[in-house]
DNA sequence: TAGTGTATGTTATATCATAACGTGTCAAGG
DNA sequence: CCTTGACACGTTATGATATAACATACACTA
Protein backbone atom coordinates (compact mmCIF):
# COMPACT_ATOMS: atom_id res chain seq x y z
CA UNK A 1 0.00 0.00 0.00
CA UNK A 2 2.82 2.48 0.45
CA UNK A 3 4.88 1.76 -2.76
CA UNK A 4 5.12 4.41 -5.59
CA UNK A 5 1.83 4.67 -6.87
CA UNK A 6 3.03 3.43 -10.56
CA UNK A 7 1.19 3.27 -13.71
CA UNK A 8 3.60 0.65 -15.34
CA UNK A 9 5.95 3.56 -15.61
CA UNK A 10 7.52 5.83 -13.37
CA UNK A 11 4.93 8.78 -13.60
CA UNK A 12 2.89 9.89 -10.97
CA UNK A 13 -0.90 10.99 -11.06
CA UNK A 14 -3.04 13.05 -8.87
CA UNK A 15 -3.33 10.68 -6.39
CA UNK A 16 -6.70 11.36 -4.54
CA UNK A 17 -5.40 9.07 -1.01
CA UNK A 18 -2.30 12.05 -0.96
CA UNK A 19 0.09 9.47 -0.22
CA UNK A 20 1.75 7.32 -3.20
CA UNK A 21 0.88 3.85 -3.32
CA UNK A 22 0.56 1.16 -5.89
CA UNK A 23 -1.94 1.97 -8.23
CA UNK A 24 -2.02 -0.84 -10.44
CA UNK A 25 -2.21 -3.04 -7.66
CA UNK A 26 -5.30 -1.27 -5.42
CA UNK A 27 -7.04 -1.85 -8.81
CA UNK A 28 -6.97 -5.09 -9.17
CA UNK A 29 -6.92 -6.01 -5.43
CA UNK A 30 -10.03 -4.29 -5.03
CA UNK A 31 -11.76 -5.69 -8.09
CA UNK A 32 -10.90 -9.07 -6.52
CA UNK A 33 -12.62 -8.32 -3.40
CA UNK A 34 -15.76 -7.07 -4.60
CA UNK A 35 -16.25 -10.02 -6.61
CA UNK A 36 -15.69 -12.22 -3.32
CA UNK A 37 -18.09 -9.83 -1.38
CA UNK A 38 -21.05 -10.10 -3.79
CA UNK A 39 -20.79 -13.69 -3.91
CA UNK A 40 -20.81 -13.10 0.34
CA UNK A 41 -23.78 -11.12 0.37
CA UNK A 42 -25.78 -12.98 -2.43
CA UNK A 43 -26.00 -9.93 -5.13
CA UNK A 44 -24.89 -10.27 -8.51
CA UNK A 45 -21.86 -8.47 -9.87
CA UNK A 46 -22.87 -8.26 -13.22
CA UNK A 47 -21.04 -6.75 -16.16
CA UNK A 48 -22.71 -3.24 -16.07
CA UNK A 49 -22.21 -3.02 -12.39
CA UNK A 50 -18.60 -4.23 -12.39
CA UNK A 51 -17.47 -2.03 -15.29
CA UNK A 52 -19.18 0.67 -13.51
CA UNK A 53 -16.53 -0.43 -10.66
CA UNK A 54 -13.87 -0.79 -13.30
CA UNK A 55 -14.03 2.87 -14.38
CA UNK A 56 -14.39 4.26 -11.01
CA UNK A 57 -11.27 2.37 -9.92
CA UNK A 58 -9.59 3.42 -13.42
CA UNK A 59 -10.34 6.87 -12.72
CA UNK A 60 -8.97 6.80 -9.18
CA UNK A 61 -11.11 10.10 -8.42
CA UNK A 62 -14.91 11.08 -8.12
CA UNK A 63 -16.71 10.48 -11.13
CA UNK A 64 -19.66 12.27 -11.94
CA UNK A 65 -22.87 9.65 -12.77
CA UNK A 66 -23.12 11.69 -16.80
CA UNK A 67 -19.40 10.83 -16.83
CA UNK A 68 -19.67 7.34 -15.38
CA UNK A 69 -22.64 6.62 -18.13
CA UNK A 70 -20.65 8.25 -20.96
CA UNK A 71 -18.36 5.68 -20.99
CA UNK A 72 -20.57 2.98 -20.33
CA UNK A 73 -22.31 4.39 -23.60
CA UNK A 74 -18.46 4.50 -25.70
CA UNK A 75 -18.18 0.33 -24.97
CA UNK A 76 -21.75 -0.26 -26.03
CA UNK A 77 -23.71 -0.41 -22.69
CA UNK A 78 -27.03 1.64 -22.12
CA UNK A 79 -26.55 5.25 -22.59
CA UNK A 80 -29.72 6.34 -20.64
CA UNK A 81 -28.97 8.29 -16.77
CA UNK A 82 -31.26 5.62 -14.85
CA UNK A 83 -28.42 2.38 -16.36
CA UNK A 84 -25.66 4.32 -14.63
CA UNK A 85 -27.71 5.17 -11.27
CA UNK A 86 -28.63 2.10 -11.32
CA UNK A 87 -25.14 0.45 -11.31
CA UNK A 88 -23.74 3.39 -8.60
CA UNK A 89 -26.71 2.90 -6.24
CA UNK A 90 -25.89 -1.17 -6.38
CA UNK A 91 -22.43 -0.39 -5.83
CA UNK A 92 -22.56 2.39 -3.15
CA UNK A 93 -25.32 0.37 -1.22
CA UNK A 94 -23.31 -2.95 -1.56
CA UNK A 95 -19.95 -0.56 0.04
CA UNK A 96 -18.26 -1.00 -3.13
CA UNK A 97 -18.31 2.74 -3.90
CA UNK A 98 -19.49 5.82 -1.77
CA UNK A 99 -21.63 8.82 -2.72
CA UNK A 100 -19.71 12.51 -2.46
CA UNK A 101 -22.57 15.08 -2.29
CA UNK A 102 -20.61 17.90 -2.23
CA UNK A 103 -19.06 17.08 -5.61
CA UNK A 104 -22.33 15.13 -6.86
CA UNK A 105 -19.86 12.68 -7.84
CA UNK A 106 -19.26 8.58 -6.71
CA UNK A 107 -15.51 6.77 -6.26
CA UNK A 108 -15.07 3.86 -5.68
CA UNK A 109 -14.42 2.40 -1.89
CA UNK A 110 -10.70 1.35 -1.51
CA UNK A 111 -11.55 -0.34 1.48
CA UNK A 112 -14.71 -2.76 0.28
CA UNK A 113 -15.72 -5.43 3.48
CA UNK A 114 -14.10 -3.68 6.00
CA UNK A 115 -16.07 -2.34 8.22
CA UNK A 116 -15.69 1.35 7.76
CA UNK A 117 -17.68 4.69 7.72
CA UNK A 118 -14.81 6.95 6.08
CA UNK A 119 -14.80 10.98 6.00
CA UNK A 120 -13.67 12.01 2.65
CA UNK A 121 -11.30 15.03 2.34
CA UNK A 122 -11.85 16.88 -0.62
CA UNK A 123 -9.32 19.29 -2.21
CA UNK A 124 -11.19 22.66 -2.92
CA UNK A 125 -8.11 23.39 -5.41
CA UNK A 126 -7.87 19.56 -7.31
CA UNK A 127 -11.28 17.91 -6.57
CA UNK A 128 -8.99 15.10 -5.71
CA UNK A 129 -10.85 13.05 -2.69
CA UNK A 130 -9.15 11.02 0.06
CA UNK A 131 -10.79 8.57 1.93
CA UNK A 132 -10.04 9.05 6.02
CA UNK A 133 -9.87 6.53 8.77
CA UNK A 134 -12.77 8.08 10.36
CA UNK A 135 -13.10 5.48 13.79
CA UNK A 136 -12.51 7.90 16.19
CA UNK A 137 -15.19 10.33 14.16
CA UNK A 138 -17.59 7.70 14.46
CA UNK A 139 -17.51 7.49 17.71
CA UNK A 140 -17.49 11.05 18.70
CA UNK A 141 -20.25 11.42 16.54
CA UNK A 142 -22.68 8.44 17.84
CA UNK A 143 -22.08 9.78 20.99
CA UNK A 144 -23.24 13.31 20.47
CA UNK A 145 -25.87 11.71 18.58
CA UNK A 146 -26.96 9.27 21.59
CA UNK A 147 -26.69 12.75 23.81
CA UNK A 148 -30.10 13.60 21.27
CA UNK A 149 -31.52 10.06 21.29
CA UNK A 150 -30.87 9.99 17.83
CA UNK A 151 -29.34 6.77 16.60
CA UNK A 152 -27.23 6.86 13.38
CA UNK A 153 -27.76 4.34 10.31
CA UNK A 154 -25.36 5.94 7.94
CA UNK A 155 -23.60 9.21 7.66
CA UNK A 156 -21.74 11.54 5.03
CA UNK A 157 -18.50 12.87 6.78
CA UNK A 158 -17.34 15.30 3.97
CA UNK A 159 -14.52 18.13 4.40
CA UNK A 160 -13.07 20.57 2.31
CA UNK A 161 -9.83 22.16 2.18
CA UNK A 162 -6.29 21.68 0.28
CA UNK A 163 -4.67 18.67 -0.05
CA UNK A 164 -0.77 18.71 0.47
CA UNK A 165 0.01 19.21 -3.05
CA UNK A 166 -2.35 22.16 -3.35
CA UNK A 167 -1.20 23.91 -0.21
CA UNK A 168 2.05 23.93 -1.09
CA UNK A 169 1.19 25.66 -4.77
CA UNK A 170 -1.81 28.24 -2.84
CA UNK A 171 1.54 29.22 -0.80
CA UNK B 1 -50.32 31.91 5.53
CA UNK B 2 -46.33 32.91 6.98
CA UNK B 3 -48.07 34.00 10.02
CA UNK B 4 -45.25 33.69 13.19
CA UNK B 5 -44.62 30.13 14.21
CA UNK B 6 -46.18 31.42 17.65
CA UNK B 7 -45.64 29.07 20.62
CA UNK B 8 -45.84 31.96 23.24
CA UNK B 9 -48.67 29.45 24.51
CA UNK B 10 -45.85 26.71 25.57
CA UNK B 11 -47.26 24.79 22.70
CA UNK B 12 -44.88 22.14 21.08
CA UNK B 13 -44.32 21.33 17.47
CA UNK B 14 -42.32 19.29 16.06
CA UNK B 15 -39.22 20.01 16.88
CA UNK B 16 -36.24 19.35 14.84
CA UNK B 17 -34.03 19.75 17.94
CA UNK B 18 -35.50 16.35 19.38
CA UNK B 19 -36.01 19.29 22.08
CA UNK B 20 -38.53 20.79 23.27
CA UNK B 21 -38.01 24.54 24.12
CA UNK B 22 -39.81 27.97 23.21
CA UNK B 23 -39.90 28.21 19.65
CA UNK B 24 -40.81 31.95 18.92
CA UNK B 25 -37.98 32.76 21.76
CA UNK B 26 -34.92 31.35 19.48
CA UNK B 27 -36.26 32.75 16.28
CA UNK B 28 -36.33 36.36 17.20
CA UNK B 29 -33.36 36.36 18.93
CA UNK B 30 -31.62 34.11 16.29
CA UNK B 31 -32.97 37.24 14.02
CA UNK B 32 -31.17 40.04 16.64
CA UNK B 33 -27.99 38.17 16.73
CA UNK B 34 -28.14 37.85 12.91
CA UNK B 35 -28.59 41.37 12.39
CA UNK B 36 -25.79 42.60 15.08
CA UNK B 37 -23.67 39.75 13.35
CA UNK B 38 -24.00 41.15 9.65
CA UNK B 39 -23.05 44.54 10.97
CA UNK B 40 -19.80 43.42 13.15
CA UNK B 41 -18.87 41.72 9.74
CA UNK B 42 -19.83 44.53 7.47
CA UNK B 43 -22.08 42.84 5.19
CA UNK B 44 -25.35 43.89 4.34
CA UNK B 45 -28.59 41.71 5.47
CA UNK B 46 -30.74 42.80 2.53
CA UNK B 47 -35.07 42.78 2.66
CA UNK B 48 -35.16 39.29 0.91
CA UNK B 49 -32.06 37.74 2.87
CA UNK B 50 -33.48 38.41 6.11
CA UNK B 51 -36.80 37.15 4.61
CA UNK B 52 -35.20 34.54 3.89
CA UNK B 53 -34.25 34.04 7.04
CA UNK B 54 -37.14 34.32 8.40
CA UNK B 55 -38.54 31.56 6.09
CA UNK B 56 -36.29 29.04 7.33
CA UNK B 57 -36.94 30.13 10.96
CA UNK B 58 -40.44 29.81 10.81
CA UNK B 59 -40.17 26.78 8.74
CA UNK B 60 -38.28 25.30 11.73
CA UNK B 61 -37.10 22.62 9.28
CA UNK B 62 -35.08 22.31 5.99
CA UNK B 63 -36.58 23.96 3.37
CA UNK B 64 -35.54 23.33 -0.81
CA UNK B 65 -34.31 26.56 -2.26
CA UNK B 66 -37.23 26.24 -4.86
CA UNK B 67 -39.70 25.95 -1.78
CA UNK B 68 -37.88 29.16 -0.08
CA UNK B 69 -38.50 31.13 -3.72
CA UNK B 70 -41.90 30.35 -3.93
CA UNK B 71 -42.81 32.16 -0.49
CA UNK B 72 -40.72 35.08 -1.41
CA UNK B 73 -42.61 34.98 -5.10
CA UNK B 74 -45.85 35.30 -3.37
CA UNK B 75 -44.23 38.07 -1.23
CA UNK B 76 -43.56 40.15 -4.18
CA UNK B 77 -39.90 39.40 -4.15
CA UNK B 78 -38.61 38.30 -7.48
CA UNK B 79 -39.33 34.27 -8.53
CA UNK B 80 -36.48 33.34 -10.73
CA UNK B 81 -34.04 30.72 -8.87
CA UNK B 82 -30.94 32.65 -8.50
CA UNK B 83 -32.99 35.50 -6.15
CA UNK B 84 -33.21 32.47 -3.44
CA UNK B 85 -29.84 31.22 -4.25
CA UNK B 86 -27.93 33.90 -3.85
CA UNK B 87 -29.95 34.48 -0.37
CA UNK B 88 -29.25 31.25 0.81
CA UNK B 89 -25.83 31.20 -0.37
CA UNK B 90 -25.39 34.95 1.67
CA UNK B 91 -26.88 33.55 4.67
CA UNK B 92 -24.56 30.01 4.59
CA UNK B 93 -21.15 31.80 4.09
CA UNK B 94 -22.20 34.36 6.90
CA UNK B 95 -22.98 31.65 9.37
CA UNK B 96 -26.62 32.25 9.11
CA UNK B 97 -27.78 29.33 7.95
CA UNK B 98 -26.48 25.47 7.11
CA UNK B 99 -26.72 23.50 3.31
CA UNK B 100 -27.82 19.85 4.15
CA UNK B 101 -26.19 18.51 1.28
CA UNK B 102 -28.34 14.99 1.49
CA UNK B 103 -31.66 16.70 1.67
CA UNK B 104 -30.39 19.31 -0.96
CA UNK B 105 -32.01 21.63 1.43
CA UNK B 106 -30.92 24.66 3.50
CA UNK B 107 -32.27 25.19 6.95
CA UNK B 108 -31.71 28.34 9.74
CA UNK B 109 -28.65 28.04 11.91
CA UNK B 110 -29.40 27.69 15.65
CA UNK B 111 -26.55 29.32 17.02
CA UNK B 112 -25.15 31.94 14.63
CA UNK B 113 -21.89 33.57 16.06
CA UNK B 114 -20.84 30.82 17.86
CA UNK B 115 -17.80 29.40 16.14
CA UNK B 116 -19.37 25.42 15.87
CA UNK B 117 -19.09 23.53 12.83
CA UNK B 118 -22.10 21.01 13.74
CA UNK B 119 -23.03 18.05 12.75
CA UNK B 120 -26.66 17.15 11.80
CA UNK B 121 -28.46 14.11 12.43
CA UNK B 122 -31.16 13.87 9.49
CA UNK B 123 -34.37 11.86 10.64
CA UNK B 124 -35.09 9.66 7.55
CA UNK B 125 -38.67 9.12 8.54
CA UNK B 126 -39.79 12.72 9.03
CA UNK B 127 -36.77 14.47 7.40
CA UNK B 128 -36.51 16.62 10.93
CA UNK B 129 -32.95 18.12 11.21
CA UNK B 130 -31.18 18.25 14.55
CA UNK B 131 -27.83 20.48 14.67
CA UNK B 132 -25.75 18.40 17.37
CA UNK B 133 -22.75 19.62 18.86
CA UNK B 134 -19.47 18.76 17.10
CA UNK B 135 -16.84 19.72 18.72
CA UNK B 136 -15.09 16.32 19.35
CA UNK B 137 -16.37 15.26 16.63
CA UNK B 138 -14.32 17.91 14.43
CA UNK B 139 -11.20 17.50 17.02
CA UNK B 140 -11.46 13.54 15.45
CA UNK B 141 -11.46 14.57 12.30
CA UNK B 142 -9.18 17.24 12.25
CA UNK B 143 -6.69 14.66 13.75
CA UNK B 144 -7.33 12.47 10.55
CA UNK B 145 -6.74 15.03 7.83
CA UNK B 146 -3.85 16.47 9.91
CA UNK B 147 -2.14 12.56 9.44
CA UNK B 148 -2.65 13.11 5.84
CA UNK B 149 -1.57 16.27 5.66
CA UNK B 150 -4.79 18.01 4.78
CA UNK B 151 -5.75 21.17 5.87
CA UNK B 152 -9.55 21.48 6.66
CA UNK B 153 -11.43 24.25 5.77
CA UNK B 154 -15.37 23.82 5.82
CA UNK B 155 -16.99 20.39 6.55
CA UNK B 156 -20.67 19.01 6.35
CA UNK B 157 -21.14 16.17 8.81
CA UNK B 158 -24.73 14.61 8.16
CA UNK B 159 -25.94 11.33 9.52
CA UNK B 160 -28.90 9.54 8.55
CA UNK B 161 -31.47 7.43 11.63
CA UNK B 162 -33.89 8.15 13.23
CA UNK B 163 -34.59 10.64 15.59
CA UNK B 164 -36.53 9.77 19.66
CA UNK B 165 -39.86 10.15 17.82
CA UNK B 166 -39.55 7.83 14.73
CA UNK B 167 -37.79 5.17 16.67
CA UNK B 168 -40.72 4.73 19.42
CA UNK B 169 -43.05 4.66 15.75
CA UNK B 170 -41.44 2.19 14.11
CA UNK B 171 -40.73 -0.58 16.85
C1' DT C 1 -24.36 64.50 -10.42
C1' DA C 2 -21.60 61.28 -12.04
C1' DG C 3 -19.19 57.28 -10.72
C1' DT C 4 -18.49 53.04 -8.23
C1' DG C 5 -19.66 48.88 -6.02
C1' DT C 6 -23.13 45.89 -4.62
C1' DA C 7 -27.68 43.74 -4.76
C1' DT C 8 -31.58 42.36 -7.22
C1' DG C 9 -34.34 40.90 -11.15
C1' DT C 10 -34.69 38.21 -15.42
C1' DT C 11 -33.66 35.11 -19.28
C1' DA C 12 -31.95 31.11 -20.51
C1' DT C 13 -29.70 26.95 -19.88
C1' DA C 14 -26.91 23.55 -17.50
C1' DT C 15 -26.66 19.79 -14.47
C1' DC C 16 -28.29 16.11 -11.64
C1' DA C 17 -31.79 12.52 -10.69
C1' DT C 18 -35.87 9.44 -10.96
C1' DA C 19 -40.65 7.58 -12.41
C1' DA C 20 -42.64 4.38 -15.30
C1' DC C 21 -42.75 0.90 -18.54
C1' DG C 22 -41.07 -2.71 -21.85
C1' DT C 23 -37.73 -6.44 -22.85
C1' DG C 24 -34.36 -9.96 -21.94
C1' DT C 25 -32.31 -13.49 -19.01
C1' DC C 26 -32.13 -17.21 -16.07
C1' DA C 27 -33.08 -20.53 -12.66
C1' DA C 28 -36.74 -23.12 -9.87
C1' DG C 29 -40.81 -25.72 -9.95
C1' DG C 30 -44.51 -27.78 -12.43
C1' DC D 1 -39.96 -28.98 -21.69
C1' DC D 2 -42.04 -24.77 -20.62
C1' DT D 3 -43.99 -21.61 -17.51
C1' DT D 4 -43.43 -18.39 -14.06
C1' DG D 5 -41.36 -15.06 -11.24
C1' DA D 6 -37.48 -12.33 -9.86
C1' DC D 7 -34.23 -9.43 -11.33
C1' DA D 8 -31.45 -6.60 -14.32
C1' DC D 9 -31.16 -3.74 -18.18
C1' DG D 10 -32.72 -0.46 -21.83
C1' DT D 11 -35.57 3.46 -23.09
C1' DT D 12 -38.77 7.36 -22.86
C1' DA D 13 -40.00 11.10 -20.58
C1' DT D 14 -39.92 14.28 -17.01
C1' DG D 15 -38.73 16.26 -12.65
C1' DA D 16 -35.63 18.66 -9.51
C1' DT D 17 -31.66 21.30 -8.52
C1' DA D 18 -28.40 24.89 -9.76
C1' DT D 19 -25.82 28.51 -12.30
C1' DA D 20 -24.13 31.65 -16.26
C1' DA D 21 -24.85 35.91 -18.15
C1' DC D 22 -26.79 40.12 -18.59
C1' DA D 23 -29.94 44.12 -17.29
C1' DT D 24 -31.70 47.15 -13.81
C1' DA D 25 -31.93 49.44 -9.42
C1' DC D 26 -29.99 51.11 -5.37
C1' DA D 27 -26.68 53.29 -2.00
C1' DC D 28 -22.93 55.65 -1.12
C1' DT D 29 -19.48 59.22 -1.98
C1' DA D 30 -16.54 62.33 -4.07
Chains 1, 2 share one sequence.
Not at 5 to 33: E, Y
Not at 94 to 114: D, S, T, V
Request: charged share 20%; hydrophobic share 45%; net charge negative.
Amino acid sequence: MTSPHNHSQGKTCPDPAFAPHDHSHCTGDVLARAEVLAADRGVRLTPVRRRVLEILLEAHRALGAYDVLQRLAAEGFGNQPPVAYRALEFLVENGLAHRIRRLNAFMACMHPGEDHSPAFLICRVCDAVAEAPAAPVRVALDAAAAGLGFVIERSNLEALGLCPACQAGSA
